[in-house]
């Protein structure tokens, strides 16, 4: 895809502190047609796409085609961002719409990975704690469980969830409020002694 | 939402825990704004449920910030490989295509022009026809100089002078004769003759006298005095 190149005249911001401002230069260049920029903006999202995508397929050649095709529609419309939202957003925004489009064509791919950790940490108490989470979001409906994993994983605020998802903001509550509910009982080792004071109180 | 007693006597003012519970989430990951911040830090410090739920949720966010498995920076950069094949691949497709398809595309914009055209003179037919066939202009109708004029014509002579003949020799000859031109046809080659005087004097010695000049090819009498 042949690109205009045009001066930029944009601040240089890849050295700051602000990803934000970083992400939408990469963008913007890329939009010119600036590869190094492009594969910078692709570098410093495949890990997170790449691990929210593998909460929903087991399957790491999907999970690698699926970032592929997202970035290859960032690179296509990059042009066309119209900064409404954060890069990143729309970067997400574009990974759940190619996710949720290969789930459909293939639902053979839609088995979550039920790796347990690597143990790469010496803290068995992490170790364990991963393992639990993992199991409490694979016990999540697919919408719930990617509710938890932007908000919680990615730090997507509210209003962020619910551009990526495209719904409604009472939808992204709605859906958290059930998933907290529902890992409140299957996770009760993360709840403590308070959890379980809580759960007596409750009971 | 689980509420004891004095936290509910306590928080009487204060908003209800379901909105507190539904702000926790924002307030762990750092998205939510100040206000609801204080909002929550401000509920938090007189509600001990509250503060067990957002325990749970902060070893929540954690398990779930540690868990999971990242690309490793290898697969990250054959990733990358693949895709920038696959960029530079479709731009050449891209190109071709473009290039393949601007004669296409230059034809069926032709097509389309054409038959706009075609539509448009059938519409025009359509409606100018019948105003067509309705109207009658006399200047339409083909006429000869052997017809017989709508209009009665004063000519008694039909002269075809040949084309050698001069202006000055003709004029000459008009003039010894009494006559002047009253029509012609189109192409000035033959004239209706009449007498100058306009009377109606001999047509039949006229006409014989203007064959003998030279230079007349036809010299009949025409109309009323070829009657006679």
């Known amino acids: ?203 | 939402m689980p509420m004891r007693r004095e936290d509910e006597a306590m928080n009487t003012s204060t908003l209800p825990h379901r909105q507190i519970w539904e702000l926790i989430p924002w307030f762990v990951n750092g998205s939510a704004g100040t206000a609801e911040r204080q909002t929550v830090e401000d509920h938090l410090r007189q509600c001990a449920d509250c503060r067990d739920e957002y325990a749970f949720q902060s070893r929540l966010r954690a398990g779930i910030a540690e868990d999971g498995v990242d690309g490793d920076e290898r697969q990250a950069q054959d990733g990358l490989r693949r895709l920038l094949a696959r960029i530079d691949l479709e731009s050449d497709t891209d190109r071709s295509d473009r290039t393949g398809a601007r004669a296409p595309r230059r034809q069926h914009l032709l097509q389309r022009v054409l038959i706009a055209a075609v539509l448009v003179q059938g519409i025009g037919l359509a409606v100018l026809a019948p105003l067509l066939l309705q109207r009658e202009d006399p200047r339409t109708e083909y006429r000869t100089l052997t017809s017989t004029p709508t209009q009665p014509s004063s000519a008694v002579i039909r002269l075809v002078p040949a084309p050698t003949l001069t202006l000055a020799e003709l004029q000459a000859m008009l003039g010894a004769e009494d006559l002047r031109i009253v029509e012609s046809n189109a192409g000035g080659s033959i004239y209706g003759l009449a007498f100058e005087s306009g009377g109606a004097a001999d047509a039949t010695r006229t006409v014989e006298r203007l064959r003998a000049y030279r230079g007349v090819l036809l010299a009949e009498p025409i109309g009323s005095a070829a009657s006679r």
Not at chain 1, 33 to 58: K, S, V
Not at chain 1, 192 to 202: I, P, T
């Open chain 1, 1 to 203: 895809m042949p690109r205009e190149g045009r001066p930029d005249t944009e601040p240089d911001v890849e050295g700051g502190k602000e990803p934000a401002a970083r992400d939408l230069q990469w963008l913007r260049r890329a939009g010119q047609g600036d590869r190094a920029a492009f594969e910078r903006l692709y570098l410093h999202h495949y890990h997170r796409l790449a691990r929210f995508l593998a909460r929903h397929t087991a399957r790491r050649d999907l999970v690698d085609e699926i970032v592929n095709e997202t970035m290859w529609v960032v690179w296509r419309d990059a042009n066309q961002f119209r900064g409404d939202a954060k890069v990143a957003t729309w970067i997400f925004g574009i990974a759940y719409r190619c996710l949720m489009k290969t789930l459909r064509d293939r639902p053979v791919a839609s088995e979550p990975s039920t790796a347990l950790s690597e143990g790469t940490s010496d803290d068995a108490e992490q170790v364990e704690r991963s393992d639990w989470v993992r199991r409490g979001l694979l016990a999540l409906p697919p919408e719930q469980r990617m509710t938890m994993e932007l908000a919680y994983y990615l730090g997507q605020s509210c209003e962020e969830i619910a551009a990526i998802m495209d719904v409604a903001v009472g939808t992204v509550k709605a859906r958290l409020f059930h998933a907290r509910l529902r890992l409140r009982n299957t996770l009760p080792a993360l709840g403590g002694e308070d959890s379980v004071h809580a759960d007596a109180a409750r009971g």
